[in-house]
T-cell receptor, first 112, second 112 residues
């Protein structure tokens, strides 16, 4: 059974700092990994999708990497801003289960 | 604008009552999903549909029912058999089952 873990559960950083969020998964037979952002009381916004054959994806100040063999992904946020404050979720699509499995998220607060 | 629309945003259910949550998408996606989100837990899959007139149970289907009569619509009914329905419900869609998933803004259901 696929399990996804995100560490840390919460993180507070001052504005302008670069930061890394971690995601690990137990079954390396994934099709893809997706990072999402969730604001309080809102739905999920897709940030980046990494296919299993890819090593990384970039979008603006965000860079996500994938090491499938070790079951790890990182989301790098450069020059953090207060507007980046949200919960960040990672999810993996596993073919054997035919579904996305989500981690419980990292709650990020960027302070002025 | 293309996207996924969930309604209502807030829903209150009395004990023993069935309620239906609406999910509509205009992205022309074949696959649609319903997730439940509880505090401190990852999203859990209730039902998913890969094509019109076909759907499968997810991890926590008991007490829920769905239909997929049209490509753009995937309503979820929370029946009286669901003993703990208070949660945040999220609908999602993707082009096919293992492609990038997009989410609606959610419906918060509360039992009164």
């Amino acid at each position: 059974k696929q399990e996804v873990t995100q560490i840390p559960a919460a993180l507070s950083v001052p504005e302008g700092e670069n930061l890394v969020l971690n995601c690990s998964f137990t079954d390396s037979a994934i099709y893809n990994l997706q990072w999402f952002r969730q604001d309080p009381g809102k739905g999920l916004t897709s940030l980046l999708l990494i296919q299993s054959s890819q090593r990384e994806q970039t979008s603006g100040r965000l860079n996500a990497s994938l090491d499938k063999s070790s079951g790890r992904s990182t989301l790098y946020i450069a020059a953090s801003q207060p507007g980046d404050s949200a919960t960040y979720l990672c999810a993996v699509y596993t073919g054997t289960a035919s579904k996305l499995t989500f981690g419980t998220g990292t709650r990020l607060q960027v302070t002025l | 604008d293309g996207g996924i629309t969930q309604s209502p945003k807030y829903l209150f259910r009395k004990e023993g009552q069935n309620v239906t949550l609406s999910c509509e998408q205009n992205l022309n996606h074949d696959a649609m999903y319903w997730y439940r989100q509880d505090p401190g837990q990852g999203l859990r899959l209730i039902y998913y549909s890969q094509i019109v007139n076909d759907f499968q149970k997810g991890d926590i289907a008991e007490g829920y029912s769905v239909s997929r009569e049209k490509k753009e619509s995937f309503p979820l009914t929370v029946t009286s058999a669901q003993k703990n329905p208070t949660a945040f419900y999220l609908c999602a869609s993707s082009i096919v089952r293992d492609s990038e998933a997009f989410f609606g803004q959610g419906t918060r259901l509360t039992v009164v």
